[in-house]
């Protein structure tokens, strides 16, 4: 497997052009991530995730979308309903019923991976990046909540994924504009922003997503290129796939130039990297990686390669 199995990129149309069947085999990227610009309905849906199969055989891509509910919902015209998370509030059936039947529907169209739940307890002020997307203050029930949405969406094949590790919700800024900072004390987050993520790690969550945060109490650095935060990551017993947001946030645009950033967050610990956007230098960013392979040896490139691979064999069919 090449470099590019660690990417998960973003799609500029609703089919792929022979140069894009072609890279996506060629450099075996390990997924995608799709927007509503990527299909009308559901026939065209099938057909570019068909498309994406057969460009990616053998393999198998992670072939997702960001369907948490409320006003986070890519596609959603096509699918639904799934409401806020406050709108589940001491509704834990309703949110399984709902995230049930959202599931079967994403199954029937090949998609295997939905880059949810919000697992950031909300925060008074509340980060505006997170608005409408939190389920509670308390940090056990926000772990319930994200573990029903967990569940649901196994049920039917779909791998889940928790973010905002290791906590979004006290955070200063919205990480789409600028770096979100926060400084509460290590005893709060290990007390509190962490709970759902132990929970989750219990019950066998695949994949955690970072965010472009920083956290004083962790590093002096952003965790999207903090090996401290992806090693607390570990600390608490996760073993799966730990990948970031996305790269091409207006969080990161000045701080390296976009190929640079991912090759910084894959050898800080991350296991792939999310590029949604900036779609004309994804062949420039593959590219780098390889000129930078011995450098991704070195920082656990093979190690990362097992546990995508690991994970990827529990996709819906």
């Not at 393999?59 to 509910?69: A, N």
């Not at 739940?117 to 002020?125: F, G, I, K, Q």
């Not at 790690?201 to 472009?212: D, E, N, Q, V, Y």
Request: glycine share 8%.
């Amino acid at each position: 497997m090449t470099p590019g199995s660690r990417l998960i990129l973003g799609l500029q149309k609703s089919h792929l052009t022979n140069s894009i069947k072609d890279f996506l085999r060629q450099k075996q990227i390990g997924g995608v991530i799709l927007f509503d610009h990527n299909a009308e309905n559901i026939g065209e849906l099938k057909s570019l995730v068909a498309e994406i199969n057969a460009a990616c055989s053998p393999g198998r891509p992670f072939i997702g979308i960001d369907f948490e509910g409320g006003r986070v919902r890519r596609l959603g015209k096509l699918f639904g309903p799934l409401r806020r998370a406050e709108d589940y509030a001491d509704n834990l059936t309703g949110l399984s019923e709902d995230c049930a039947r959202l599931a079967k529907q994403f199954s029937a169209c090949g998609i295997n991976f939905n880059f949810a739940p919000v697992c950031d307890l909300t925060y008074a002020p509340l980060n505006v990046a997170l608005a409408d997307r939190t389920f509670s203050t308390d940090p056990a029930l926000t772990a319930a909540y994200c573990l029903e949405f967990h569940r649901a969406f196994s049920g039917a094949g779909i791998m889940t994924c928790f973010k905002h590790f290791p906590g979004l919700g006290s955070a200063v800024n919205d990480p789409h504009a600028s770096m979100a900072i926060s400084c509460i004390p290590f005893e709060r987050l290990r007390d509190f922003d962490l709970v759902p993520y132990k929970a989750g790690i219990r019950l066998g969550i695949k994949i955690i997503m970072t965010s472009h945060i920083l956290i004083s109490s962790v590093d002096g650095e952003i965790a999207t290129f903090s090996k401290r935060t992806t090693d607390l990551a570990r600390s608490l017993g996760f073993a799966g796939v730990l990948i970031t947001d996305d790269l091409s946030m207006g969080a990161l645009k000045d701080i390296l130039p976009l190929r640079e950033r991912v090759l910084k967050a894959l050898c800080a610990g991350h296991d792939m990297a999310l590029v949604c956007h900036d779609h004309d230098d994804h062949l420039v960013i593959v590219e780098y990686l390889e000129k930078n392979l011995n450098t991704l040896m070195r920082s656990g490139h093979l190690k990362a390669l097992s546990r995508i691979e690991h994970a990827k064999k529990q996709l819906a069919a």
